[in-house]
């Protein structure tokens, strides 16, 4: 039986390994670097679903991460979408006489994206905005206006975290 290493400092367990979580990651470690993570809670002694034949079943992987949906972040931008967006869209291909699918093979887009856009159920970002633009000659996209709290800031330090915190006091 091969000799059990601490999974953060490589020295050979001594007894009994400590299961620790460390930034999401589960570890066995030893007595020592067990102070990096926060201790896990172990299962008991038979505990968990068994298969016949006292085989316990595979582990599944866990589900990847949804992608954040696409979508419009006009502060990162500097532009801001049209509020009719999606009318101009429609009208502009409707005018050019395109269907849906072939407005989306010309932008390098699914038909799906182009019926969300059309339908105001789904932002496009800037990337395919300004793709819309260019192919339908049509604008879309307007230089973001800068609000009352941006140009009240002190001086020519702009906006601070503190005009925009309330601060509580326990």
């Known amino acids: 039986m091969s000799e059990r290493r601490c999974e953060i400092c490589g020295r050979p367990i001594r007894g ?25 809670a172990r299962p008991s002694v038979g505990s968990g679903r068994r ?11 866990p589900r990847p991460r949804r992608r954040r949906p696409r979508g419009f972040d ?3 931008e500097g532009y801001e979408l049209v509020p009719d967006y999606a009318d101009r869209v429609r009208e502009a291909r409707e005018r050019k006489g395109w269907s849906q699918e072939e407005l989306a093979e010309r932008v390098g887009e699914k038909v799906s994206v182009i019926r969300r856009i059309e339908a105001g159920k789904m ?27 941006e140009t009240s800031g002190s001086g020519s330090e702009g906006l601070t975290l503190g005009d925009v915190v309330e601060i509580r006091k326990k």
Do not use: H, I, W, Y
């Open 16 to 40: 009994r390994a400590r299961v620790v979580r460390v930034e999401g990651s589960e570890l066995r470690v030893c007595e020592e670097c067990a102070r990096f993570g926060r201790e896990v």
């Open 51 to 61: 298969e016949r034949g006292g085989r316990r079943p595979p582990r599944r992987a």
């Open 74 to 76: 006009p502060f990162r």
């Open 123 to 149: 932002e496009p970002d800037v990337n395919l905005a300004r793709r819309l633009e260019k192919v339908l000659e049509v604008d879309l996209l307007e230089p973001l206006e800068a609000t009352e709290a």
